[in-house]
Antibody, heavy 117, light 109 residues
Framework: QVQLVESGGGLVKPGGSLRLSCAAS????????MNWIRQAPGKGLQWFSY????????KYADSVKGRFTVSRDNAKNSVYLQMNNLRAEDTAVYYC??????????WGQGTLVTVSS | EIVLTQSPGTLSLSPGERATLSCRAS???????FAWYQQKPGQAPRLLIY???NRATGVPDRFSGSGSGTDFTLTITRLEPEDFAVYYC??????????FGQGTKLEIK
């Protein structure tokens, strides 16, 4: 069955960096776009990045552009999120999600990132 | 950027009742790019409806989606206890961006 497992979250100081990973299994990873979506505590969902199946295309929301970088390794069935210059407003649960059509059909369980001094 | 506004913010109903949730877009969007998700506390969201009216795999037929242009609706007939959750709408637009509505909390009355 399809599984997505995020890791790498934790507590980081403002201005710091963190790298999240999402390990995929149960499907042909290289056939799918992969997305990152976050949810601040008690708030709604915010999509902010995707990477195409071959890494040819990436896209970012303005809120993270220039600070976050998405990448993937199809040989390792994994997608990554490098987060730099973190701010308090980046505090959230970070989900990776498989893209199908223009929707997200499978999600990981999420990893919590807390930005605080 | 297209803004999705969901109403009501909270809906209080009893099991067995019918729920009607609304999502309005700030400009017309393609039905093919519209979806609904369900999120229960402590869980990741789950895709319910895609293409505005197509149920995702395993979604019970008491869930249905409709709408076009700027107005979309999620209907749940005969609410079951497990249906009480937060529901989000989502769209994809021509600027290659995805946006979600702010959510509707469906709670037990």
């Amino acid at each position: 069955q399809v599984q997505l497992v995020e890791s790498g979250g934790g507590l980081v100081k403002p201005g710091g960096s963190l790298r999240l990973s999402c390990a995929a299994s149960g499907f042909t990873f290289s056939d799918y776009y992969m997305n990152w979506i976050r949810q601040a505590p008690g708030k709604g969902l915010q999509w902010f990045s995707y990477v195409s199946s071959t890494s040819a295309y990436t896209k970012y929301a303005d809120s993270v552009k220039g600070r976050f970088t998405v990448s993937r390794d199809n040989a390792k069935n994994s997608v990554y999120l490098q987060m730099n210059n973190l701010r308090a407003e980046d505090t959230a649960v970070y989900y990776c999600a498989r893209g199908v059509g223009r929707n997200f059909d499978y999600w990981g369980q999420g990893t919590l990132v807390t930005v605080s001094s | 950027e297209i803004v999705l506004t969901q109403s009501p913010g909270t809906l209080s109903l009893s099991p067995g009742e019918r729920a009607t949730l609304s999502c309005r877009a700030s400009q017309s969007i393609s039905s093919g790019y519209f979806a609904w998700y369900q999120q229960k506390p402590g869980q990741a969201p789950r895709l319910l409806i895609y293409g505005a009216s197509n149920r995702a795999t395993g979604v019970p037929d008491r869930f249905s989606g409709s709408g076009s242009g700027t107005d979309f609706t999620l209907t749940i007939t005969r609410l079951e206890p497990e249906d009480f959750a937060v529901y989000y709408c989502q769209q994809y637009d021509s600027s290659l961006l995805y946006t979600f509505g702010q959510g509707t909390k469906l709670e037990i009355k």
